[in-house]
């Protein structure tokens, strides 16, 4: 079974610094989807950033990056130029790539609380 | 296209009550599953679905029934409840790898 695991409860930044949210995962797959999720105070989850891990670049979005190391089973994302907007929880999951009659099931991080102060 | 839609936000149950979450979505997804999020624990898969009339068991479905007679439509049934129930309900749909996500029930058992 795979797990993920987000070792950050908390973190806490001040406005338009850089931070970095830390993610490992476990799986014997070798194709596989890796995500990050946004849920701010209204309960939403967003999709932040995707990544495919045949794919050997890291994504990209705008002020946020991931750097995907594969062999170390690790997947961390980047937020530059913090903005206060950016307080949520985020998430890490994990996805099989072989999607075997349309499973499409996501494993998800305990999550990582994130503070953006003025 | 109202995308995935939950009802109702907010519920309260006495423990042995049952009812059913509802959720809907209109993008004609094929797949559509529920999570539960507890504090600490991120979501975890309840119950998924792969089409109409097929649904099958995720990590946690014991005390959760679900069926799927329609693409749109994928309910979530509690026989009886239980405070251990108490939580965070998300119903999502997903076409290939990204499931839009509605947004939530928060259910208390007493």
Redesign the interface.
Known sequence: AQTVTQSQPEMSVQEAETVTLSCTYDTSESNYYLFWYKQPPSRQMILVIRQEAYKQQNATENRFSVNFQKAAKSFSLKISDSQLGDTAMYFCAFMKGLVIQGAQKLVFGQGTRLTINP | NAGVTQTPKFQVLKTGQSMTLQCAQDMNH??M?W?RQDP??????IH?S??AG?T?Q?EVPNGYNVSRSTTEDFPLRLLSAAPSQTS?Y?C?S?R????Y?G??T?LTVT
Do not use: T
Not at chain 2, 40 to 45: D, E, F, I, K, S
Not at chain 2, 96 to 99: K, L, N, T, V
């Open positions: 094929e797949y599953s999570y600490g624990m991120g979501l975890r898969l998924y792969v089409g097929i099958d995720g965070v998300f999502a997903s290939r790898d990204e499931q996500f947004p939530g928060r």
